[in-house]
């Protein structure tokens, strides 16, 4: 079994910086695709970025593109989302997600992750 621990959420002023933090414990990590996707009230779930474990490709959210970064040190067993330029826009609840490297599944589909962490609160103020 594989658990999924963020961290790095908090209150943070429009056009400030957060970096969420994201920690498995169980299986080999660098075997795994890895995904970050949000959660604003009273909306669904939503692609934020993305990496295969082949760390060949990234994707990421139109909506984020230039602003996020996401990385990973398979060592520490932990994938980062580096946020720069938060706009109020981007509140919601960050969630880590991670999933057997499959790629006839696309990164940003939630039915590639099989493990989800617990979620992590990002409030921009304006």
């Known amino acids: 079994q594989v658990q999924l621990v963020e961290s790095g959420g908090g209150l943070v002023q429009a056009g400030g910086s957060l970096r969420l933090s994201c920690v498995a414990s169980?299986?080999?990590?660098?075997?795994?695709?890895l995904g970050w996707f949000r959660q604003a009230p009273g909306k669904a779930r939503e692609f934020v970025a993305g990496?295969?474990?082949?760390?060949?490709?990234?994707l990421y959210a139109d909506s984020v593109k230039g602003r996020f970064t996401i990385s990973r040190d398979n060592a520490q067993k932990t994938v980062y989302l580096q946020m720069n330029s938060l706009k109020p826009e981007d509140t919601a609840v960050y969630y880590c997600?991670?999933?057997?490297?499959?790629?006839?599944?696309?990164?940003?589909?939630?039915?590639?992750?099989?493990?989800w962490g617990q979620g992590t609160q990002v409030t921009v103020s304006s």
């Open positions: 997600a991670a999933g057997t490297s499959r790629l006839f599944v696309p990164i940003s589909s939630p039915g590639l992750y099989d493990y």
């Open positions: 990496d295969r474990r082949s760390g060949s490709s990234t």
């Open positions: 169980g299986r080999t990590f660098s075997t795994f695709d």
